[in-house]
Structures are given as structure tokens and as C-alpha cells.
């Protein structure tokens, strides 16, 4: 009575041949190749997606640097010109004047002192 009939026997103990069992291996391995490959796609998309977020931060960033130069170079340049033409400025506010002291010096008389000799 609790012993299983011929006809029970198949159902509960199934029998491994060599065809089914490579070919739940395989579709365990495909399963995990998939998962696998799912994965490592969506590692690579969330890589490559932080890397052109940080690239177009650094070009974003690399351009305001270069606008900041391109005006910090024209300030420069701009006060450098203000400097040249203070300094033109004043150098033809002296130039009466050196020329003054250069005929002042001529005109001085001698006194004899430019004629005495010097000791060695």
C-alpha cells in the first residue's frame, strides 16, 4: 500500500540523462551571464554618465576662466597704458626743467676751485 507502484516512480525520482542537465546548466549560466552583463552595463552607463557631467562641469568651469583672464588681461593692459601716459606726463613737465638746470650749470662762473688740483 505505501509502497510506490512502477507507474509512481517516474513522477517522484526524475532521471538526470546528460542532455537535460547540460542544458539547465546552461541556462543557468545564461541566466547569470545576464544578470551579469546587466549589470556591468548599467555600472558602465552610470560611469560614463558621470564622467560627461563632471567633464561638461570642468569645460564649464575652464571657460569662465578663460573669460575672467581675457578681462583681467585687458584691465592690465588698460592701466599699464594709464601709467605710460602719467609717465609721458611728467616727463614733459621736467623736461624745461632739465634743460634749465643744464644751461644754470654752464652758466655758473668759475670760482677757481675747478682749477686747483686734486692730491692724489
Known amino acids: 500500500m505505501n509502497s510506490p507502484t512502477s507507474e509512481e516512480a517516474p513522477e517522484k525520482t526524475p532521471v538526470a540523462t546528460g542532455v537535460d542537465s547540460e542544458g539547465k546548466s546552461a541556462q543557468i549560466a545564461h541566466s547569470k551571464l545576464g544578470i551579469n552583463a ?62 634749465a638746470g643744464l644751461a644754470s650749470v654752464q652758466r655758473v662762473p668759475a670760482n677757481g676751485r675747478d682749477k686747483l688740483k686734486r692730491w692724489p
Open 38 to 99: 546587466e549589470g556591468i552595463q548599467s555600472s558602465i552607463a552610470r560611469l560614463t554618465s558621470n564622467s560627461t557631467d563632471d567633464l561638461e562641469k570642468l569645460v564649464a568651469e575652464l571657460e569662465r576662466l578663460q573669460e575672467f583672464l581675457k578681462s583681467e588681461t585687458e584691465r592690465v593692459q588698460r592701466e599699464i597704458g594709464s601709467v605710460l601716459d602719467g609717465i609721458r606726463i611728467i616727463i614733459e613737465a621736467i623736461a624745461p626743467w632739465k634743460t
